[in-house]
């Protein structure tokens, strides 16, 4: 069983900034990836960005603008968004998927609300 428990999230105006953080519990040696998606109302979640042991993907939409990144010190992925624009508005949800199993675990979301 893991855990997430996402923070960070708050109200911002366009072109501004947020770090995102997903603390999990657990052995980080036993997640295979760790992931972002989000979902604004009346839309589909769809992935923002992921990250295994080097490679990173992102949304087009996203790219250039977000960055995903793990420190297994402290067993915590971030996402850090910069030139947030109205569209990004949505809560984020972290994911976890397991090594062997490929099982997933979710947080709670965090809601980040870009608006003048």
């Known amino acids: 069983q893991v855990q997430l428990v996402e923070s960070g999230g708050g109200l911002v105006q366009p072109g501004g900034s947020l770090r995102l953080s997903c603390k999990h519990s657990g052995s980080t040696f036993s997640i295979y990836a760790m992931k972002w998606y989000r979902q604004a109302p009346g839309k589909e979640r769809e992935l923002v960005a992921a990250?295994?042991?080097?490679?990173?993907n992102y949304a087009d939409s996203v790219k250039g603008r977000f960055t995903i990144s793990r420190d297994n010190a402290k067993n915590t992925a971030y996402l850090q968004m910069n030139s947030l624009k109205p569209e990004d508005t949505a809560r984020y949800y972290c994911?976890?998927?397991?090594?062997?199993?490929?099982?997933?675990?979710w947080g709670q979301g965090t809601q980040v609300t870009v608006s003048s």
């Open positions: 994911n976890a998927v397991l090594k062997g199993t490929y099982r997933e675990y």
């Open positions: 990250i295994t042991t080097v490679p990173t």
